[in-house]
C-alpha cells in the first residue's frame, strides 16, 4: 500500500504514518448552518450570511452593507473544513465571488459560537482601488 | 467618480485612485511561528523577487523542515484607499494537496489561516489551521 503524501507534520493521521488511503467520510456541516449577523451594527463589510446544507453541499449567501437596503451577492458553493485530517465537523469554510468589477474570497472560521469572515478583494475594472482586507464578526441571533 | 460596490467599504471617498497598487515592503521579512511544536509551517520568507511578491515556506517535517519553495502572493491594503499591504493570499499546489494562505498583520503579530485541500484521494479530511508569527 503507498504512503501518504504529506507537506507537513499534520498532514499525517496520528497513528496511522505511512498507510494507505482511507474511507471518505462527509463532513458534519451543521456547526456553519443558520444565518449569521454582524455584531457591528455600523459594519461597512458583510451585512450578514445564510449559510445552508443543500444536498450534502455547502452554500452561501452573502449581503453586503448598503444604503438604504443591503446589497445581495447571491448564493455561491463553498468548500468547508474540518480542524484536521482525521476530523469531520466543518470550522471553517472558504468561498469564492465574481463581482465582476471585483473579486472577494471569503475565508471563514468558528471561534467557538462566533463567525470570523476574513474578505480578500481584488478590483478588475481598473478604477484604481487597492485590493483590501476586511474583517467581520457574525453570531446566530 | 461613480465605481462599482457591494457594500460601503468599496466606495471611494473622494480621494483620487492610487491605482490599484499595495507595497507589500512592510511586510518583508522572516516570520517565525510561535508555536515551537507546530505540525504546520515553522516559517516564511516575504520578499520580492523580479519585482514579484513571493512567500518561501517551510513546514514541519522529521527529521528536516519540509520546503515548499516560492508562491506569487498578492498584497492586500486595510482599505480601498490604502496602499501599506497587511494582509496577502496566496496558493500553493502540491499536486495531491492545495494549501491556499490567506494572512494579515496586526501589531506585528503575523496571523496565518490556511485552508488545506486534498486531491489525491486519500480519505483525509480537507483541513482548516490558524498560527501566529513573529519577526
Known amino acids: 500500500m503507498p504512503s501518504l503524501q504529506i507537506s507537513r507534520t499534520r498532514d499525517t493521521i496520528a497513528g496511522t504514518e505511512g498507510t494507505g488511503p482511507r474511507p471518505v467520510h462527509s463532513v458534519d456541516l451543521a456547526p456553519l448552518m443558520g444565518t449569521w449577523v454582524n455584531f457591528d451594527s455600523a459594519a461597512t463589510g458583510i451585512h450578514h450570511l445564510e449559510i445552508a446544507d443543500r444536498n450534502g453541499q455547502l452554500v452561501v449567501r452573502t449581503w453586503g452593507t448598503g444604503s438604504p437596503e443591503p ?3 447571491g448564493e455561491v458553493v463553498a468548500e468547508p473544513f474540518t480542524d484536521g485530517v482525521a ?7 472558504r468561498a469564492a465571488y465574481d463581482h465582476g468589477f471585483a473579486r472577494v474570497m471569503l475565508a471563514s472560521y468558528l471561534n467557538k459560537r462566533l463567525l470570523v ?18 474583517r467581520d464578526h457574525f453570531y446566530i441571533p | 467618480m461613480d ?6 467599504e468599496d466606495r471611494l471617498a473622494g480621494e483620487a485612485p492610487g491605482g490599484g497598487q499595495v507595497d507589500p ?10 508555536d515551537k511544536q507546530t505540525g504546520g509551517i515553522v516559517r516564511m520568507v516575504l520578499a520580492e523577487r523580479n ?13 528536516d523542515l519540509h520546503d515548499w519553495g516560492e508562491a506569487a502572493a498578492t498584497a492586500h491594503a486595510a482599505n480601498v484607499h490604502s496602499h501599506e499591504g497587511m494582509a496577502f493570499s496566496a496558493v500553493y499546489d502540491f499536486g495531491f494537496v492545495e494549501t491556499i494562505l490567506a494572512a494579515y498583520t496586526k501589531s506585528g503579530i503575523l496571523v496565518l489561516d490556511t485552508f488545506n485541500t486534498f486531491k489525491d484521494g486519500s480519505g483525509r479530511s480537507n483541513y482548516f489551521t490558524r498560527e501566529f508569527f513573529y519577526r
Not at chain 1, 469531520?88 to 469554510?93: C, D, G, I, L, R
Not at chain 2, 465605481?3 to 460601503?8: G, I, K
Open chain 1, 87 to 93: 476530523l469531520h465537523t466543518a470550522v471553517a469554510f
Open chain 2, 51 to 63: 519585482s514579484i511578491f513571493i512567500v518561501h515556506a517551510w513546514a514541519a517535517g522529521f527529521p
Open chain 2, 25 to 34: 515592503t512592510p511586510m518583508f521579512g522572516t516570520w517565525h511561528n510561535t
Open chain 1, 71 to 73: 446589497q445581495g451577492w
Open chain 2, 3 to 8: 465605481v462599482s460596490s457591494v457594500r460601503l
Open chain 1, 117 to 134: 469572515v476574513d474578505a480578500y478583494t481584488i478590483f478588475q475594472d481598473g478604477s484604481g482601488r487597492s485590493p483590501y482586507f476586511q
